[in-house]
């Protein structure tokens, strides 16, 4: 865990201002050598995903055609996801990000060549499929957060929105040829060879990532232990408003939306009257879409910002669906599809880009952890209900139901407004020098308690009390367990902040976790001050631990 990076991300560049961004194009992130490299090389494991899970299905199917099993070819490759994301986005905040990806890929690498050698031998059974496939799945849910979170590193922030667009469009391009392409593969060549593609890919990108000279960040504090830095970065998200309407919408979004996915090849089938074609046509219907979205969404953002952008997705998914659940017509088909891979797009990239630029650099991965494990469960929910919706009912009957919930769903941005991220300065402040420690302690377990004394003019109280409102929310997001606000009933111009933390450490990380925006939340409090000293800060420890006195020091926090 770095709380004080020595050498910030691009993102997180000193001296970045926080204003409105520069106008760049969609390709401008084409312009890095290493975003270009690393891009590439994403582009054919992307492939190889695909690949991977044509054969995966069509060897089950050779195995054990019972559909409960190959369903659980699926199963075995996303839930993963749910299990592990949260503390894959740990792990690539407390250790360095490009080991974190290296040895993500070399354990899929592993277990792609182990699946391809009993595959090319003859010796693969059901449940070493099963097992192979969760394994790849496990070393996906370990790669992607720290993937994610890396983008900020590869390109400057204001070209972070067309940066995570094309990643976008890199991962639709694959979704669209991918399985066509895999199934191809699979007839000639057998499911083997689909299985060896795979794994040479992951090849591919290790490479590029060792070409990666990336600044690893340093700290003066001990890394977090796993348990812990779980609870912290659940704790950050969930004391910032900012990522919360992040998470909202993305699960909403997520469950109307996956009843197109889930329910496309019963539509293609039965509505339309077609067969594989008619369903890769779709599909490609929907990569077109999405990378026609991905060379407009960097104009489209200075005009209409996140929030317009996220709500003319939602229209467009409302519409296809409602499209989707009326006819029978290829053609139409074929434009609701269009339609879904722009709303799809627009909407998640938006989504993602907010997550990135309102999380810091020590809690991001995690971050987009929660943020994904959100939306992926929203989908995963929404897939099961639109299904048994479907087969209760009809088709039709879910597809419209969907574009009814996506509908009423675009009502949310009143209440769960996206935040504009140009206005959000998550650049680490300068960090404040430990205080002077007098007496001895555990400072791994020894409880801390801060207490910050404030003097404000009693007709300025209330203003006083919403500001510090703010304050607890930072208190407590960069680590504070407990967080109280003490008025003197004698003297109404003395007021007190008391907050408190586990340990020594967990103190020293909450001032180090302070970003540039923290820094002007506690100056708008501390304007109320009035005096010649500024606020004064008393730190204690608890003293059935340490026998420890309280120590008095008057540096500002």
């Known amino acids: 865990m770095a709380p004080r990076d020595s050498a910030p991300p691009a993102d997180a560049a000193p001296g970045a201002a926080a204003g409105a961004p520069p106008r760049v194009g969609g390709l401008a992130p084409f312009k890095r050598s290493f975003f270009r490299a690393i891009w590439i090389a994403n582009m054919a494991s992307n492939f190889g995903t695909w690949f991977q899970s044509v054969g995966a299905a069509w060897t089950m199917t050779q195995l054990d055609p019972s559909p409960n099993m190959v369903a659980l070819v699926q199963a075995a490759t996303t839930l993963p996801i749910l299990l592990f994301s949260v503390w894959a986005g740990a792990c690539a905040d407390m250790w360095d990000r490009r080991g974190v990806l290296v040895v993500s890929l070399g354990f899929m690498c592993v277990a792609g060549a182990l699946l391809s050698l009993l595959g090319f031998f003859g010796a693969i059974t059901p449940w070493w499929l099963l097992a192979l496939t969760f394994a790849i799945g496990t070393g996906q849910a370990f790669y992607g957060p720290a993937w994610q979170a890396s983008v900020g590193e590869m390109v400057p922030r204001e070209e972070i929105p067309a940066a995570i667009a094309l990643n976008s469009v890199n991962f639709n391009i694959a979704r669209s040829a991918g399985p066509a392409l895999g199934g191809v593969l ?17 090849l591919a990108v290790i490479a590029v990532y060792f ?23 659940l704790r950050y998200v969930g004391q910032s408003p900012e990522i919360q309407n992040v998470l909202v919408r993305s699960l909403f979004f997520g469950f109307a939306a996956s009843a197109i996915m889930a329910l496309l090849p019963v539509i293609a089938i039965q509505q339309i009257a077609g067969g594989p074609l008619t369903y890769g046509v779709l599909l490609g219907a929907m990569g077109l879409g999405a990378v026609v979205a991905a060379t407009v969404v960097a104009r489209l953002r200075e005009t209409m910002r996140g929030e317009g952008l996220a709500s003319l997705g939602s229209a467009f998914l409302a519409f296809a669906c409602l499209v989707l659940g009326l006819t029978s017509w290829m053609p139409a088909a074929f434009v609701a599809m269009f339609a879904t891979g722009l709303a799809w797009m627009m909407t998640f990239s938006v989504f993602n880009t907010t997550v990135q630029l309102c999380a810091p650099n020590w809690v991001k991965a995690r971050a987009l952890a929660i943020y994904q494990t959100t939306a992926f469960g929203g989908m995963a929910i929404g897939a099961w209900m639109w299904g048994e919706l479907a087969t209760l009912h009809s088709t039709s009957v879910a597809m419209l139901g969907a574009s009814v919930v996506m509908a009423i769903g675009l009502l949310l941005r009143h209440r769960y407004h996206l935040p504009e991220t140009e206005s959000i300065d998550v650049r680490p402040a300068e960090s404040a020098p430990e205080p002077n420690v007098a007496i001895p302690f555990d400072r791994f377990h020894t409880p801390v308690r801060v207490a910050v004394e404030y003097t404000v003019q009693p007709d300025k109280a209330e203003d006083f009390m919403i500001a510090m409102r703010d304050v607890r929310r930072i208190r407590k997001r960069n680590g504070a367990t407990r967080w109280r606000l003490w008025h003197d009933v004698e003297h109404p111009e003395s007021w007190v902040e008391v907050f408190e933390l586990p340990s020594w450490i967990d103190h020293l990380r909450l001032y180090d976790r302070a970003t540039m925006a923290d820094r002007r ?37």
């Open 521 to 557: 939340v506690m100056a708008r409090a501390r304007a109320f001050h009035h005096g010649e000293a500024p606020p004064r800060a008393t730190r204690f420890v608890l003293a059935q631990t340490s026998r420890a006195l309280p120590h008095h020091d008057p540096t500002p926090l």
């Open 211 to 233: 070409t990666w000279k990336r600044s690893v960040p340093t700290s003066r504090l001990p890394r977090e232990r796993m348990g812990g830095a779980v609870v912290a970065g």
């Open 186 to 202: 699979v007839g000639l060549a057998g499911a083997e060879a689909a299985f060896l593609f795979n794994t040479l890919s992951y």
